[in-house]
């Protein structure tokens, strides 16, 4: 069965620093999501996209977060300048045209230090 | 509450046991889905319920909508012990982005 892949599954950087987060949708899917968990809370809408732009981003979503479907296949979540606050965990979800199913990927554990 | 809030926050029973949970939510919907959690892992879906629709059984779950009161049920029949997880409502609104509850831990005694 097809499923949403993410990479990397955990990543430790420093505060400041540049992450970039990777996402492979299900292949015949056009909305890529991303959405964040911080521990023990719940989990938050960022963006979403589609015909390679965003669609709709939450108040989350501010200027250092950025994303990019570089290819046919690759959907990714790039954050400028890390913060401690973006200590979370990172899941990215897909959706088909005609379906609303929204289907997760197993998440990047991000800890910023 | 907030937009998908589920009852109770944890639930412990004996494998078995049914087990439900409550989701409430505040705006209208145009659906309402089910996810479940296993600690630190991803989102699985479970299930997904239509706005005009009021019940949908899929093998030993079952989920109610009633958009009068804005509320939504799960129910794991016949429970396992590797049911343990944590489950989540989320709503869809229209805007496709989907809203998520805080969530009810469930454990399953074995």
């Known amino acids: 069965e097809p499923e949403v892949t993410q990479t990397p599954s955990h990543q430790v950087t420093q505060m400041g620093q540049e992450v970039i987060l990777r996402c492979v949708p299900i292949?015949?899917?056009?909305?890529f999501y991303w959405y964040r968990q911080i521990l023990g809370q719940k989990v938050e809408f960022l963006v979403s996209f589609y015909n390679n732009e965003i669609s709709e981003k939450s108040e989350i979503f501010d200027d250092q977060f950025s994303v990019e479907r570089p290819d046919g296949s690759n959907f990714t979540l790039k954050i400028r300048s890390t913060k401690l606050e973006d200590s979370a965990m990172y899941f990215c979800?897909?959706?088909?045209?005609?379906?609303?199913?929204?289907?997760f990927g197993p998440g990047t554990r991000l800890l910023v230090l | 509450s907030q937009q998908g809030e589920e009852d109770p926050q944890a639930l412990s029973i004996q494998e078995g046991e049914n087990a439900t949970m409550n989701c409430s939510y505040k705006?209208?919907?145009?659906?309402l889905q089910w996810y479940r959690q296993n600690s630190g892992r991803g989102l699985v879906h479970l299930i997904l319920i239509r706005s005009n629709e009021r019940e949908k059984h899929s093998g030993r779950l079952r989920v109610t909508l009633d958009t009068s009161k804005k509320s939504s049920s799960l129910l794991i029949t016949a429970s396992r012990a590797a049911d343990t997880a944590s489950y989540f409502c989320a709503t869809d609104t229209g805007r496709r982005a989907l809203t998520f509850g805080s969530g009810t831990r469930l454990q399953v005694q074995p």
């Open positions: 979800a897909s959706r088909d045209p005609e379906g609303e199913t929204q289907y």
């Open positions: 705006t209208s919907i145009n659906n």
């Open positions: 292949s015949n899917h056009l909305y």
